[in-house]
Nanobody
């Protein structure tokens, strides 16, 4: 069983900062990709940022220059530092991990979500 445990988030005024963490645990051979997605009320879930095993990153245009994703491979943990937050960043943020539980056996797992509220 693979579990993703998220922490961080909360409420902040516009211009403030928050940090999200997501730790993977369980029977994991390797992690291919970890990232953060968000879903605002009435909207589809969208990619915020992701980081692949080689360290390459991918960001939504709306967060480039404000958010930074990083990863601690030894701790199987991914972080999302969110700076210069805007009210439109308000959403539930979900961690996603694409893992190999054994070589070649790929699974996709989601965390339960963390709320981020940015007030103007």
């Amino acid at each position: 069983q693979v579990q993703l445990v998220e922490s961080g988030g909360g409420s902040v005024q516009a211009g403030g900062s928050l940090r999200l963490s997501c730790a993977a645990s369980g029977s994991i051979f390797s992690i291919n990709d970890m990232g953060w997605y968000r879903q605002a009320p009435g909207r589809q879930r969208e990619l915020v940022a992701r980081i692949i095993s080689g360290g390459n990153t991918d960001y939504a245009d709306s967060v480039k220059g404000r958010f930074t994703i990083s990863r601690d491979n030894a701790r199987k943990t991914v972080f999302l530092q969110m700076n210069s937050l805007k009210p439109e960043d308000t959403a539930d943020y979900y961690c996603k991990a694409i893992v190999q539980v054994t070589p070649g056996a790929i699974q996709i797992h989601w965390g339960q979500g963390r709320q981020v509220i940015v007030s103007s």
